[in-house]
């Protein structure tokens, strides 16, 4: 095998990663969606927003807005003021919890069952 093994550290200890799925490709497969795609500049200064399938089918458009305009007042006035693994940006719709996080690639809206 050539090259160098891609490795990812969680909680202290490396991991090889065997496999990827690209931001593209769960796209592709509608395992996510985009969110206010035409809006990304001013939203997120560029970077995508999407949402997992079942966030897509049960969310409604408006309730994403309030979820993601809350989400920024979070990461504002909040996330500054808490320790780095207590930044957990929760919200709620009809009972369920939602998660709003950020990565490399993307902003995701999601149930914490589709994580």
Not at 44 to 55: E, F, L, N, Q
């Amino acid at each position: 095998m050539g090259g160098q093994d891609e490795t990812v550290n969680i909680d202290g200890m490396d991991f090889v990663v065997v496999s990827s799925y690209t931001l593209e490709q769960a796209l592709d497969d509608e395992v996510l969606h985009t969110f206010a795609k035409d809006q990304w500049d001013r939203l997120s200064g560029g970077k995508p927003i999407v949402m997992t399938d079942a966030i897509y089918r049960k969310v409604s458009v408006s309730e994403l807005v309030r979820i993601w305009n809350a989400f920024v007042t979070w990461r504002r006035e909040v996330m500054p003021t808490v320790p780095e693994e207590e930044q957990m940006f929760v919200a709620t719709f009809k009972g369920e919890a939602i998660w709003v996080i950020e990565d490399g690639a993307a902003f995701t809206i999601l149930y914490p069952s589709d994580y």
